[in-house]
């Protein structure tokens, strides 16, 4: 994404055009920027070529799935919705590995018909109940132990997940003793130990500490793990300038941990994969200067990216066209629901804006479109793949008549 011209591009297509075409909120992909990210993805481990599995969550769009999926990529999928959009991408079962703390017997009757690579059950009760349901089955099915490393990934805590207060994993205690039901059990191979601390993590050290702690237990269990699934959370940068992980100092740390287990590692990438990839495109419909504040009333909102008002997330915010014309006053940018938490960012020192300017919001790729609401009823965006000067509709825009 650059100026040319003073206009924004993707690849090779303006912003202005995009929003004269498909009209506003839209949001678009740039399909460089992905075939760059897995392909950088991939050089930074590539000594020990682990098995990548795209995070589902982040970007549940079929069409960007399949593009991810021809790049070999596998996936981590967290309910029966997203192992069957999965599969609809034609994503190999044998590289898809279901997560989450609350799987249903039906989800997990489900992934076992499917032949999934692994399980990753989170509680005893889970592995209870997979091995009930392979038995009636009369199946031996691969799973793995999410482990709770109690690990602050320092991120925020909204998004932590490797601490003894959350919900994820078992704790070691519970691991050891899992380790000889699954040992006993006829129907329940144990291949896989699983850890996912958070996202976002900008910082290599927490992933250092989680590794040290899944090397000790492993060390205790005697247990030959084939996998093990250290999961997702690499950071990206939102803010220009701001810190970046160290992929060179975190392979060093798997290397290191490898010489000592040999085994296959797992990760299960979102943000890292699709989150600079992505673009919201909006319009101002009003500009309102109240006594106190002054706002940018976008078409897009809450509904449309809900990160801002979740977890407080900032979004990069450029205008489609640069003017030189600077306005002194600090702007509010929000979206048009009845909530006040319906806000996007604040800025100052922003070029003069006019109703009707494009502006677009960077860095939504993921955990946009696949935490967006019809909240207010409103419809959900049209998403867009942007190859070179090719646009592609890879979702339809909602109308108000799918949701009557
Ligand atoms: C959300 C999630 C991921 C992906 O996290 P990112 O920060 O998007 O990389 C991976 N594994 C599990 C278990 C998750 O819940």
Same mark, same amino acid.
């Given at each position: ?72 990529? +596998? ?5 029966? +919705? ?41 509680? &005893? ?11 009636? &089955? ?23 997940? +490797? ?32 850890? *996912? @601390? ?5 910082? *290599? ?17 005697? *247990? ?87 977890? +407080? /997330? ?51 790729? /993921? ?18 793949? @942007? ?18």
């Amino acid at each position: 994404m650059k100026y040319i011209k003073k206009k924004l591009i993707i690849d090779k297509v303006k912003i202005e055009d995009i929003a004269r075409k498909f009209n506003t909120p839209t949001y678009c992909y740039s399909y460089a920027q992905l075939k760059k990210n897995i392909s950088d993805f991939k050089k930074n481990f590539k000594s020990f070529s682990p098995l990548i599995c795209f995070a589902i969550k982040s970007n549940t769009n079929l069409n960007l799935i399949r593009e991810i999926q021809k790049f070999g990529l +596998g996936a981590d999928v967290v309910s029966m +919705g997203e192992l069957m959009m999965a599969l609809k991408a034609g994503i190999n079962p044998k590289k898809i590995v279901f997560s989450g703390v609350g799987k249903t017997s039906k989800e997990i009757s489900y992934a076992i018909d499917k032949k999934i690579l692994l399980i990753n059950a989170e509680s &005893k009760s889970e592995i209870n109940e997979i091995d009930r349901i392979a038995k009636i &089955k009369k199946k031996k099915v691969q799973i793995g132990i999410r482990l709770n490393p109690n690990t602050d990934a320092k991120t925020l805590s909204q998004i932590s997940t +490797g601490k003894k207060e959350n919900k994820f994993g078992v704790n070691e205690k519970e691991f050891l003793k899992l380790i000889s039901y699954c040992q006993n059990s006829k129907n329940i191979n144990l291949e896989c130990l699983s850890v *996912h @601390i958070g996202s976002q993590i900008l910082d *290599h050290k927490p992933y250092e500490k989680m590794l040290n702690v899944v090397d000790k237990i492993i060390v205790k269990t005697k *247990h030959k793990f084939k996998f093990i699934d250290i999961g997702g959370g690499m950071g990206i940068s939102y803010e220009k300038g701001s810190k970046k992980l160290n992929y060179r100092k975190y392979n060093i740390a798997i290397k290191k941990f490898l010489k000592r287990h040999s085994t296959k590692i797992i990760f299960e990438p979102g943000r890292s994969i699709v989150g600079d990839v992505g673009y919201l495109i909006s319009k101002v419909i009003y500009i309102k200067e109240n006594e106190k504040k002054n706002f940018i009333i976008l078409d897009a909102a809450m509904n449309d990216l809900m990160r801002p008002a979740l977890y +407080g /997330a900032n979004h990069k915010t450029l205008p489609s066209i640069k003017r030189s014309r600077i306005s002194k006053k600090t702007y509010e940018f929000v979206g048009p629901i009845c909530e006040s938490t319906d806000k996007f960012t604040s800025l100052k020192k922003f070029q003069k804006l006019y109703e009707k300017d494009i502006v677009v919001m960077c860095d939504v790729g /993921a955990y946009g479109m696949s935490l967006s609401s019809n909240y207010n009823l409103r419809p959900k965006p049209v998403e867009l793949l @942007i190859k070179g000067s090719k646009i592609r509709v890879i979702k339809k825009r909602q109308k108000h008549s799918d949701l009557m």
